[in-house]
C-alpha cells in the first residue's frame, strides 16, 4: 500500500504491488490509475506528512498537521476502521504571548495562527480554543480586582485590534494533581475595539483596575476605562514603538506607567481619568505630564577610564609623578580602548519598577558591534567589476535623467501648442487658421524624431522653439 496526501485535507491510497506491476501503454512512460481508498481527515486540516505505526496486524498512521495537531488514521478500510483522531492540538507557530489565571491553574497563550488557547496545566490538557481572522500579538490576564472570578482576558491582535474575551462555565476545573474530571471551559466575545493601526504589543491593567493601558507599534498608548464596557480615555505618542508596559506596584505612593520603546526609550506617565480630557475632536491627550529617560550604553566608556586609572597606578609605582593638568604632550603610552557607542541604541526587552521613581531595563544586544559582512554569493561583482558597474550605472542615470528632461519639455510643448489651438478656436471665424496651417508637417515630426534619438544616444541636448502662428 502507498498513501499520498492530496488536497492537504484528503488521504488517498494506491496499491504499490498494482503499479510496481503495471506497464505504460506508450512510449512516454505514463500511466494514469486510480486510487484504492480515499480518507477525508477534516475540514480545517493541513497535513503536512504522515509515518506508520510499526505494529503487526495494524494499519494505523500518525499524521502532522500544519495548523497544530497530530492525527492518528486508520488506513485499514474496514468496516471496522476507526475515525480520525486527532491526540493533540498545539499552535501552529510560536506563541506570542500568554498569561496565567489569578484564581485557578489555567494559561491563556496566543500565537500569528488567529487562535486563542486556554490550557489546564495541572491536567496537562488543552481545554478550549477560539479563533478569529487576525493573530494574537498581546495578552494579559484581568486581575481580580476587575474579575473576581478570573474569568476575563485581553489579548491585542496584529492588525490593531484589542479584545476583550470571558471564560466562561470553570466548574470542574482541574486544581489537584491526579485528578481526571475536567469539566467544560468555553470562550466568548464580550468586547472587541481598534485602539491602534499597527500591532498590539502590550496589555497592562492599572493596579486598583480602572485603566486599561494599550501600546502597539504604531508609537501610541491608549488608555481605556474599565467598567462593564471600556470606555476610551484617550491616547499619548511615544517617541517609538511600545515593547512593554509596567503599572507601579501598590506599595508606591502614585499609580504611574512605565512605557518601554524598543529605541531604548523609557518614558513614565500618570493614569489619566476619564472626563478630564476633551474628546469632541480628537482622543489625543495634551498636557500629560511625561518623564523620558533614553539609556545609551557606557560601557566601553567605564573600560576606557578604568584603563587609564590602571595606567596612572603602574606611573606611580615606578615613581614617576603625573600631574593633573599636563603641559606638554606626555611620552607614549599604550592605548586605552576605544570607546564603543551603537549606531543603532540597544532594543529594550523588559523593565520593571525597584521603588518610586526607579525601575530596572533589560536591554538585548547590549554593546554588540556588528558583525563583519560576509560575500556568500558565487556571483558577486569583483572590486574592479563593482567599481565598472558603479560607473555604468551613474552613466544610465544619467542619460535616463536627460531622456526625462526632453519628455517633460515635449509635454509642455505639447500643451502650449494645445492652448494656442484652444485661443485659435474663440477667436471669430474669419480670423481663425485652418488646422492644415496650424499642424506641422509629419516629415518634419518625423526629422525631429530622429534627432531627439540621436541627441539622447549621444548625450547631447537640443532646444526647440515654437512661433505662434498668429499674433497673440
Not at 93 to 103: F, L, T, W, Y
Amino acid at each position: 500500500m502507498m498513501a499520498v496526501l492530496f488536497a492537504s485535507n484528503c488521504l488517498k491510497v494506491w496499491d504499490f504491488e498494482t503499479i510496481d506491476a503495471a506497464d505504460s501503454v506508450d512510449d512516454t512512460g505514463l500511466l494514469e490509475m486510480e486510487h484504492m481508498n480515499e480518507l477525508l481527515v477534516g475540514k480545517n486540516v493541513n497535513l503536512s506528512s504522515i509515518t506508520k505505526v510499526y505494529d503487526l496486524g495494524q494499519d494505523i498512521w500518525y499524521a502532522q498537521d500544519f495548523n497544530g495537531a497530530i492525527w492518528k488514521l486508520d488506513l485499514s478500510f474496514t468496516n471496522v476502521t476507526h475515525d480520525p483522531e486527532c491526540l493533540f492540538t498545539f499552535h501552529s507557530g510560536k506563541i506570542e504571548a500568554m498569561g496565567v489565571s489569578p484564581v485557578t491553574y489555567l494559561m491563556a497563550t496566543t500565537a500569528l495562527d488567529y487562535s486563542v488557547r486556554i490550557y489546564d496545566f495541572i491536567g496537562n490538557c488543552q481545554l478550549t480554543e477560539i479563533k478569529f481572522k487576525q493573530g494574537g500579538t498581546a495578552l494579559t490576564w484581568a486581575p481580580r480586582v476587575v474579575n473576581p472570578k478570573g474569568g476575563l482576558i485581553a489579548v491585542g491582535f496584529e492588525d490593531g485590534v484589542v479584545r476583550i474575551i470571558e471564560v466562561y462555565d470553570p466548574r470542574g476545573l482541574t486544581i489537584v494533581a491526579g485528578r481526571t474530571n475536567i469539566g467544560n471551559a468555553e470562550m466568548r466575545l464580550k468586547q472587541a475595539f481598534k485602539p491602534h493601526t499597527a500591532a498590539v504589543t502590550a496589555l497592562a491593567y492599572e493596579r486598583n483596575g480602572e485603566v486599561l493601558a494599550t501600546g502597539s507599534e504604531d508609537k501610541t498608548v491608549f488608555f481605556f476605562a474599565v467598567e462593564d464596557k471600556y470606555d476610551p480615555i484617550g491616547y499619548i505618542c511615544v517617541p517609538g514603538p511600545v515593547r512593554a508596559l509596567q503599572w507601579s506596584p501598590p506599595s508606591h505612593a502614585e499609580s504611574m506607567l512605565l512605557v518601554l520603546c524598543e529605541n531604548g526609550f523609557a518614558l513614565q506617565v500618570p493614569a489619566p481619568t476619564l472626563g478630564e480630557q476633551d474628546t469632541v475632536s480628537t482622543y489625543e491627550i495634551k498636557g500629560l505630564p511625561m518623564q523620558y529617560f533614553h539609556f545609551c550604553s557606557i560601557k566601553s566608556r567605564i573600560k576606557a577610564e578604568k584603563a587609564r586609572l590602571e595606567w596612572i597606578k603602574k606611573q606611580q609605582e615606578m615613581g614617576i609623578e603625573i600631574e593633573e593638568e599636563p603641559e606638554a604632550e606626555p611620552e607614549k603610552e599604550e592605548p586605552l580602548p576605544p570607546i564603543y557607542i551603537p549606531e543603532e541604541p540597544s532594543p529594550i526587552v523588559c523593565g520593571f519598577y525597584s521603588a518610586p521613581g526607579k525601575f530596572w531595563l533589560s536591554l538585548g544586544d547590549l554593546e554588540k558591534e556588528k558583525a563583519a559582512e560576509d560575500i556568500e554569493d558565487p556571483s558577486a561583482y569583483s572590486i574592479e567589476n563593482a567599481k565598472r558597474k558603479k560607473e555604468y550605472d551613474q552613466i544610465m542615470k544619467a542619460a535616463e535623467d536627460k531622456k526625462n528632461q526632453k519628455r517633460q519639455e515635449l509635454i509642455t510643448l505639447r500643451h502650449e501648442f494645445h492652448h494656442l489651438l484652444q485661443r485659435n478656436m474663440e477667436l471669430p471665424k474669419h480670423m481663425q487658421l485652418h488646422r492644415e496651417v496650424n499642424l506641422i508637417d509629419r516629415l518634419f515630426i518625423c526629422g525631429l524624431d530622429c534627432q531627439f534619438k540621436m541627441s539622447s544616444a549621444q548625450s547631447m541636448s537640443i532646444k526647440i522653439t515654437f512661433f505662434p502662428l498668429f499674433p497673440l
